[in-house]
């Protein structure tokens, strides 16, 4: 990646394939390739998503979405990255727990909602572990690699100037695997997102997955296709959220190219 300025007119090339996307649902939507209770128009979606405003009901989902990927993703991020530290740094423990870290790893996060409603009910506390179970192992994986690809002439120069302990952790340790964890974070930030719209949609009472399969049930596609574009809309704001963290000066030499 590279800080250099693109053109001004290459800024417009998102705007320009939203439109593009909206002319060709407009003329699906005129030519009724769909029948229209199934295929709502944009102007329907537009007018959907004002009353979902009007009567506060997005915002209560909305909150209550961002709670969970929130609280999810942190309780992934706060474990999963000591874990993987510690096991990147230590060669018989990392031997004896990758096997099992890649098979929870393969396991869909989606299996284990049976057992999040019968342990935990309906509610928060089950979306939140779904979203724990679907970032944790990838995290810890992502952090493992890092470490164990840290170049060692980097260890040997910290123990000529006699770093150690809490000192070559965050002098050598963190700087060096700064980028690809980052990368990491986005990648299971998105995830988490997936996840909760799936949990809500089986085990929620609220959220922007319950919404949707609400909407789902009442036969308002309109209201369907509103919450996609919320989803959608706050995925990409989380990425951009986490991506500022490329700007930090002690990492930005991981994304110079």
């Known amino acids: 990646m590279s800080d250099t300025p693109l053109p001004s007119k290459f800024r417009l090339l998102p705007l320009l394939v939203l439109l593009l996307a909206v002319a060709i649902w407009s003329a699906l939507w005129l030519l009724q390739v769909f029948p229209p209770s199934v295929f709502p128009s944009p102007m329907s979606v537009v007018r959907g998503l004002g009353e979902e405003v009007r009567t506060g009901r997005l915002l209560a989902d909305l909150v209550a979405s961002l709670f969970r990927v929130t609280t999810g993703f942190m309780l992934a991020v706060v474990f999963g990255v000591p874990v993987g530290l510690w ?134 596609m309109d209201l369907l296709v509103a919450g996609m574009f919320v989803i959608g809309v706050i995925g990409m704001v989380i990425d951009r959220i986490l991506m500022r963290l490329t700007k930090i000066r002690s990492v930005r030499w991981g994304y110079e190219r």
Do not use: K
């Open 87 to 220: 096991l990147g740094h230590h060669v018989r423990s990392r031997f004896a727990l990758l096997p099992a870290i890649n098979f929870f790893r393969s396991l869909s996060p989606l299996a284990w909602i049976p057992f999040a409603i019968l342990w935990f009910g309906i509610g928060d506390l089950p979306a939140i572990f779904l979203i724990f179970m679907a970032c944790f192992f990838p995290l810890v994986l992502a952090t493992l690699a890092a470490v164990a690809n840290i170049p060692s002439v980097y260890f040997r120069v910290a123990r000529d100037y006699r770093f150690s302990g809490w000192e070559l952790l965050t002098r050598v340790t963190l700087p060096a695997i700064a980028p690809q964890v980052i990368t990491s974070l986005r990648v299971t930030a998105g995830l988490a997102w997936l996840v909760v719209v799936a949990a809500e949609m089986i085990a929620g009472r609220d959220g922007l997955g319950f919404a949707i399969w609400d909407a789902r049930n009442g036969l308002r």
